[in-house]
């Protein structure tokens, strides 16, 4: 369920979601991601969002391709079901054994037009790669995934290893310290919320930041990460944790729960 693309960093804020994000967020994390607009509507009501509020969301939504509707229910468009499948993925990431190889994309073609360098950028970014420079994309070789087209058409992909110290190279491509500090904070956002029903908004809030946080995370072999790394012990809070927010969210929009 995250809200939107833009990242969290340094100390825990949580910032209010608008109605977009609210319909987002639930169907992101509804599976199959189809709900009823007045399940969409009892959630808007968590965050006093009036109901012609979340219609004119999904109106838009759907003029804007994010949603398609059919009788009154709307779902996630194809384009949004990838971006599901990547949150479900920092859940669990698929990894192999790491042999200290790194996978290196090197932009190959002389020009291309700003939509080409846009869709690359984000094709990297949820590839979990990392910008050594201009053009050049790299990170260790431990993740499991396919790559779209539009890296395989724009780069030439080859395998190989620094010279230098890895774990230096790996700090200096991400801000591991930083995602550490906010992974701990949201922890402790988690521990911190009772399951009462009268706490729906919040949890749905944390619950957000913490999937946009995992989408973040760099998920490096062991031996690349600092000590006590907290990216496997915040996944698998948040997934006890959820459990129970799911189910608490379903019973307030009056649909069952997960069985």
């Known amino acids: 369920m995250a809200g939107d693309d833009t990242d969290d960093t340094g100390p825990l804020s949580l910032r209010p979601l608008?109605?977009?994000?609210?319909?987002?967020?639930?169907?992101?994390?509804?599976?199959?991601?189809?709900?009823?607009?007045?399940?969409?509507?009892?959630?808007?009501?968590l965050f006093g969002t009036a109901e012609g509020t979340?219609?004119?969301?999904?109106?838009?939504?759907?003029?804007?391709?994010?949603?398609?509707?059919?009788?009154?229910?709307?779902r996630l468009t194809e384009r949004l079901l990838a971006r599901q499948a990547r949150q479900d993925d920092s859940r669990a990431p698929r990894t192999r054994p790491w042999d200290g190889g790194w996978e290196i994309a090197v932009?190959?073609?002389?020009?291309?037009?700003?939509?080409d360098r846009a869709a690359l950028r984000q094709a990297m970014a949820a590839l979990r790669l990392a910008e050594l420079r201009e053009g050049c994309w790299l990170r260790?070789?431990?993740?499991?995934?396919?790559?779209?087209?539009?890296?395989?058409?724009?780069?030439?992909?080859l395998t190989g290893a620094p010279e230098g110290d890895p774990?230096?190279?790996?700090?200096?491509?991400?801000?591991?310290?930083?995602?550490?500090?906010?992974?701990?904070?949201?922890?402790?956002?988690?521990?911190?919320l009772p399951g009462r029903p009268g706490d729906l908004a919040e949890r749905f809030t944390v619950s957000a930041a913490v999937l946009r946080h995992?989408?973040?995370?760099?998920?490096?072999?062991?031996?690349?990460l600092p000590a006590d790394w907290?990216?496997?012990?915040?996944?698998?809070?948040?997934?006890?944790?959820?459990?129970?927010?799911?189910?608490?969210?379903?019973?307030?929009?009056?649909?069952?729960?997960?069985a």
Do not use: K
Request: charged share 20%; hydrophobic share 45%; proline share 9%.
């Open 18 to 45: 608008t109605a977009r994000s609210v319909v987002l967020s639930t169907l992101l994390g509804h599976h199959p991601p189809a709900l009823p607009a007045r399940a969409l509507v009892r959630v808007g009501e």
């Open 140 to 157: 260790p070789a431990n993740l499991v995934r396919n790559r779209p087209a539009v890296v395989t058409q724009q780069c030439t992909v």
């Open 167 to 192: 774990a230096e190279l790996a700090a200096g491509l991400w801000d591991l310290a930083g995602w550490a500090r906010r992974a701990r904070a949201l922890e402790t956002a988690l521990a911190a």
């Open 107 to 115: 932009v190959t073609p002389e020009r291309r037009t700003a939509p």
């Open 230 to 258: 907290p990216g496997d012990r915040l996944r698998h809070h948040y997934a006890a944790w959820d459990r129970d927010f799911r189910g608490l969210l379903l019973e307030h929009i009056g649909l069952p729960g997960p």
């Open 214 to 224: 995992l989408l973040a995370d760099p998920v490096l072999p062991a031996p690349l």
């Open 54 to 74: 979340i219609r004119t969301a999904l109106t838009r939504m759907v003029a804007a391709g994010d949603l398609e509707q059919r009788d009154g229910t709307y």
